[in-house]
């Protein structure tokens, strides 16, 4: 209060009685911008941070987004309270993230948080120097979007894995639950630099092991339909599906329950096509990754710079198991998978 009387004193000088010379409306007009001016200047700036997809924006979050969130309140950040989040999508179309990030990069926000190699290569091609948190990519050195993990010495850092690695042993499961198959279809998509080099390995473990193999890549939610349309026909014994984000994290349950309902064993690096109703998956925690990547923004925001960060690799990997699909699907788990599994969906 004090502050106030002194303000509007050097504004409107003193009356005989030493009560400023003011009228009501001078008072109030004077004392709203003197609460403006004081909010300006006397309030932190809240942070704000930019959240780039690939796929559509839905106001209720996935479980990946939601562990995101879980993870800024950890670190003392709720949405819209003290700190702000700008969603934007490129609704599963690449060619619009020039444009979406330009628009971001507009909006003044102190980092981009982005997952899957495309978004991650478009925030890199957007800005050299606002930093970017990845949630979860495969192989950023692979890609060209940093030249190490321990030092990435540019304006990314955050959490990736590496799923091709994982690949091996996503085979052996498959022939472990479906030892009669002798046919696989390998579905990927083309889009993605990092399910491309997948596809490749998988190609050649399924090989290895003497079972013949077909390759699908698919560019759009249309070539995704087009191909299972043509897996009626063909009748794989299994279906492999590339641990990328993109079409078949927007797919999810269509190819779960295309996959289901044709009685085609789907083997992939999601959970979620497990839950969906797919046989079995093996891959990194999705969910903790996105947690792990609040940890990034807060140091961000206290001051750290990205290319000092190390990025870190998931190091923990889930054994997800559908045993109701496996029964709809006449499938006897050996007791040796089971034992395996970290999760078993009945």
């Given at each position: 209060?004090?502050?106030?009387?002194?303000?509007?004193?050097?504004?409107?000088?003193?009356?005989?009685?030493?009560?400023?010379?003011?009228?009501?409306?001078?008072?109030?007009?004077?004392?709203?911008?003197?609460?403006?001016?004081?909010?300006?200047?006397?309030?932190?700036?809240?942070?704000?941070?930019?959240?780039?997809?690939?796929?559509?924006?839905?106001?209720?979050?996935?479980?990946?987004?939601?562990?995101?969130?879980?993870?800024?309140?950890?670190?003392?950040?709720?949405?819209?309270?003290?700190?702000?989040?700008?969603?934007?999508?490129?609704?599963?179309?690449?060619?619009?993230?020039?444009?979406?990030?330009?628009?971001?990069?507009?909006?003044?926000?102190?980092?981009?948080?982005?997952?899957?190699?495309?978004?991650?290569?478009?925030?890199?091609?957007?800005?050299?120097?606002?930093?970017v948190v990845i949630q979860a990519v495969g192989d950023p050195i692979g890609i060209g979007a940093v030249r190490s993990l321990a030092r990435p010495e540019a304006n990314l850092?955050?959490?990736?894995?590496?799923?091709?690695?994982?690949?091996?042993?996503?085979?052996?499961?498959?022939?472990?639950?479906?030892?009669?198959?002798?046919?696989?279809?390998?579905?990927?998509?083309?889009?993605?630099?990092?399910?491309?080099?997948?596809?490749?390995?998988?190609?050649?473990?399924?090989?290895?092991?003497?079972?013949?193999?077909?390759?699908?890549?698919?560019?759009?939610?249309?070539?995704?339909?087009?191909?299972?349309?043509?897996?009626?026909?063909?009748?794989?014994?299994?279906?492999?599906?590339?641990?990328?984000?993109?079409?078949?994290?927007?797919?999810?349950?269509?190819?779960?329950?295309?996959?289901?309902?044709?009685?085609?064993?789907?083997?992939?690096?999601?959970?979620?096509?497990?839950?969906?109703?797919?046989?079995?998956?093996?891959?990194?925690?999705?969910?903790?990754?996105?947690?792990?990547?609040?940890?990034?923004?807060?140091?961000?925001?206290?001051?750290?710079?990205?290319g000092d960060l190390p990025i870190e690799q998931a190091d923990r990997v889930e054994l997800v198991l559908n045993i109701k699909t496996a029964k709809a699907l006449g499938i006897?788990?050996?007791?040796?998978?089971?034992?395996?599994?970290?999760?078993?969906?009945?």
């Open positions: 209060m004090v502050a106030v009387s002194q303000a509007l004193t050097s504004c409107f000088g003193r009356s005989p009685s030493g009560l400023p010379n003011i009228n009501r409306r001078q008072f109030l007009a004077a004392l709203s911008a003197l609460v403006a001016a004081s909010s300006s200047t006397g309030q932190a700036r809240m942070p704000k941070i930019g959240y780039l997809l690939l796929t559509p924006f839905s106001e209720t979050p996935t479980r990946e987004r939601q562990a995101f969130l879980d993870g800024l309140r950890e670190h003392g950040y709720v949405p819209e309270k003290n700190i702000e989040i700008i969603y934007r999508s490129a609704q599963n179309a690449p060619e619009f993230f020039d444009e979406i990030c330009r628009d971001l990069v507009a909006q003044k926000i102190d980092l981009i948080v982005v997952s899957g190699a495309l978004a991650v290569m478009a925030a890199k091609k957007c800005t050299s120097t606002l930093p850092t955050g959490v990736t894995f590496l799923s091709s690695e994982l690949v091996g042993k996503r085979v052996q499961l498959l022939r472990d639950l479906v030892p009669t198959a002798k046919r696989v279809a390998v579905l990927w998509d083309g889009r993605n630099p990092n399910a491309r080099v997948e596809s490749t390995v998988t190609l050649e473990a399924v090989k290895r092991i003497g079972m013949k193999s077909e390759s699908i890549e698919v560019q759009s939610d249309a070539d995704l339909r087009r191909w299972l349309d043509q897996l009626k026909a063909t009748r794989p014994d299994a279906l492999y599906v590339a641990f990328e984000g993109g079409l078949v994290a927007d797919n999810r349950t269509y190819l779960a329950e295309f996959a289901l309902r044709e009685r085609i064993p789907l083997i992939s690096g999601w959970s979620f096509l497990t839950e969906a109703g797919g046989l079995v998956s093996y891959a990194p925690d999705i969910p903790s990754m996105f947690r792990r990547s609040a940890s990034y923004v807060d140091r961000i925001l206290k001051g750290a710079k990205a006897t788990v050996p007791q040796s998978v089971l034992v395996r599994a970290d999760r078993v969906i009945q």
